[in-house]
């Protein structure tokens, strides 16, 4: 029982490059999520996915797609990534509508020169 | 929309108790949780109030207060490894859509 698993662990990007960060849980998680954390912050919600086939934005959705490919995954997106998209993303899940236990994958380092 | 406010950082000696507070403003109030994260680790889960009242959980308490808008954290017979950030975080609204305090930077001390 992996959890919730993200690849890659880092990256660094130049601006205007494109990448995809994958999210993966095996817990069988209604919904997913995707996180950035800038230094000193919390954490902002980029989009959500309350369950599969379903997606919302978040707090700061502008710059990213994502895609729930199926009940497991959970794809963020950078079309054109830009130097304020460096941060760490992480992906989390949680099964039960209305409680907040989410459980986070380890994170994907990201700078973007 | 959502706020959350708690302290930026605080500082306990090992093995005394330390009070981490957060009051909100949402709509549609789901619930108050709280979250341990060590220096370039994960956030991970310490406890969840839905209700008025605390929950307690080994040395780890959390209470709510949602006439007030208010809850804390407790964290009793502090050790060192408790030195870690704390965020609290409200769902709200009719899906589950989570908003993060900016977090508590606890130092523990000899």
């Known amino acids: 029982n992996a959890g919730v698993t993200q690849t890659p662990k880092f990256q660094v990007l130049k601006t205007g490059q494109s990448m995809t960060l994958q999210c993966a849980q095996d817990m069988n998680h209604n919904s997913m999520y995707w996180y950035r954390q800038d230094p000193g912050m919390g954490l902002r919600l980029i989009y959500y996915?309350?369950?599969?086939?379903?997606?919302d934005k978040g707090e700061v959705p502008n710059g990213y797609n994502v895609s729930r490919l199926n009940k497991r995954e959970f794809s963020l997106r950078l079309e054109s990534a830009a130097p304020s998209q460096t941060s760490v993303y992480f992906c989390a899940s949680n099964i039960k509508r209305g409680h907040n236990e989410q459980f986070f994958g380890p994170g994907t380092r990201l700078t973007v020169l | 929309g959502q706020s959350l406010e708690q302290p930026s950082e605080v500082t306990a000696v090992e093995g005394a108790i330390v009070q981490i507070n957060c009051t909100y403003q949402?709509?549609?109030?789901?619930?108050l949780s709280w979250y341990q994260q060590h220096d370039g680790g994960a956030p991970t889960f310490l406890s969840y109030?839905?209700?008025?009242g605390l929950e307690e959980t080994g040395r780890f308490s959390s209470f709510l207060s949602r006439s007030d808008s208010y809850g804390y954290l407790l964290l009793q017979e502090l050790q060192m490894k408790d030195s870690a950030s704390y965020f609290c975080a409200v769902g709200s609204g009719g899906y589950q859509k989570v908003t993060f305090g900016t977090g508590t930077k606890l130092q523990v001390i000899p």
């Open positions: 109030n839905a209700l008025d």
């Open positions: 949402t709509s549609g109030f789901y619930g």
């Open positions: 996915s309350a369950s599969e086939g379903t997606t």
